[in-house]
Structure formats: structure tokens, C-alpha cells
Nanobody, 118 residues
């Protein structure tokens, strides 16, 4: 199973970006999908997550500005980021919790850089 993320880039404060992440390969069940980010010198942190049934969870710092969604038919998770701030600058990683038969594991995408200028 591989995760391919896209959609990062450079944007001015107040702008918007949409990240996408698609899972490919032999996939049985995708449970929770999520987005994490890691800024320079900081630990990776959860940004938002969405369960297979649609229940969402957000970091306090992005509530009201970011929206996570998923298309189960396409094995894809999205992150719509509005009202971006310079402190949102980070490498964003997608994550998927996958069940393959009796095995359950996490897999990560390669990361996509988001840069927000002031």
C-alpha cells in the first residue's frame, strides 16, 4: 500500500490550499485517514483525522479554518485549508490506518510542503 500526497505549495497569508492523498495497491480496509504536519525544529503533530464513517477530529489550531474529507470510492483523503497563517508552514504528511486481513498497520505518504508567507 502506498500513499501519494499532492497539493502543497506557496501561498500568502489568508490564502487557501487543498491537499489530496490517494492510497494505492492492494487495499482491504482503510480505517482512519489523517493529516499530520511537521514544522522545522518541531515534532510531527496531528492536524486532522477522519474515520471511515466520517467522524472528524481537528487540532485546536486549525478548527474553523481546515476541513478534512474523504472519498472512500477513490481511497482519497482531502484537506481544505483556508485562512492560512504563517504558522501553518510545515511539511504535511498523510496517514492511513489499514486493515489487511488479520494485520492492521499505519502507512505514511511522502509529505508535501506548505509555505505560507506573511
Amino acid at each position: 500500500v502506498q500513499l501519494q500526497a499532492s497539493g502543497g505549495g506557496f501561498v500568502q497569508a489568508g490564502g487557501s490550499l487543498r491537499l489530496s492523498c490517494t492510497a494505492s495497491g492492494t487495499i482491504f480496509i482503510i480505517n482512519t485517514m489523517g493529516w499530520y504536519r511537521q514544522a522545522p525544529g518541531k515534532q510531527r503533530e496531528l492536524v486532522a483525522a477522519i474515520a471511515s464513517g466520517g467522524r472528524t477530529n481537528y487540532a485546536d489550531s486549525v478548527k474553523g479554518r481546515f476541513t478534512i474529507s474523504r472519498d472512500n470510492a477513490k481511497n482519497t483523503v482531502y484537506l481544505q485549508m483556508n485562512s492560512l497563517k504563517p504558522e501553518d508552514t510545515a511539511v504535511y504528511y498523510c496517514n492511513a490506518d489499514i486493515t489487511d486481513g488479520l494485520v492492521r498497520f499505519d502507512t505514511w505518504g511522502q509529505g508535501t510542503l506548505v509555505t505560507v508567507s506573511s
